[in-house]
Nanobody, 116 residues
Framework: EVQLVESGGGLVQPGGSLRLSCVAS????????ITWVRQAPGKGPERVSS????????TYADSVKGRFTISRDNANNTVYLQMNSLKSEDTAVYYC?????????WGQGTQVTVSS
């Protein structure tokens, strides 16, 4: 059974930092790219960042470039999202997602709230 479990969300003040984790199981983790997607209240999903299976290539949404860093640890089936200089507009539920060419799998999400 494929599982993606996110953690690390919480309440943080503007300018603060959080590190999200996504632990995967049930598939060949090191064969696939992984994507972080977020959804803010009343808005559609936004792709935040992706990382290739070997971690050598990453992409970021313009809204987070220079502030967020994605990385992965294939030995521990984990993808991270380091989020710095957080802004109120980063408030959302953050999900990790993997796509095997036929089906997308999502975790349950972790809430990030940026507020003073």
């Amino acid at each position: 059974e494929v599982q993606l479990v996110e953690s690390g969300g919480g309440l943080v003040q503007p300018g603060g930092s959080l590190r999200l984790s996504c632990v995967a199981s049930g598939f060949a983790f090191d064969w696939y790219s992984i994507t972080w997607v977020r959804q803010a209240p009343g808005k559609g999903p936004e792709r935040v960042s992706s990382i290739t299976k070997d971690g050598r290539s990453t992409t970021y949404a313009d809204s987070v470039k220079g502030r967020f860093t994605i990385s992965r640890d294939n030995a521990n089936n984990t993808v991270y999202l380091q989020m710095n200089s957080l802004k109120s507009e980063d408030t959302a539920v953050y999900y990790c997602r993997y796509y095997n060419g036929r089906t997308s799998y999502w975790g349950q999400g972790t809430q990030v709230t940026v507020s003073s």
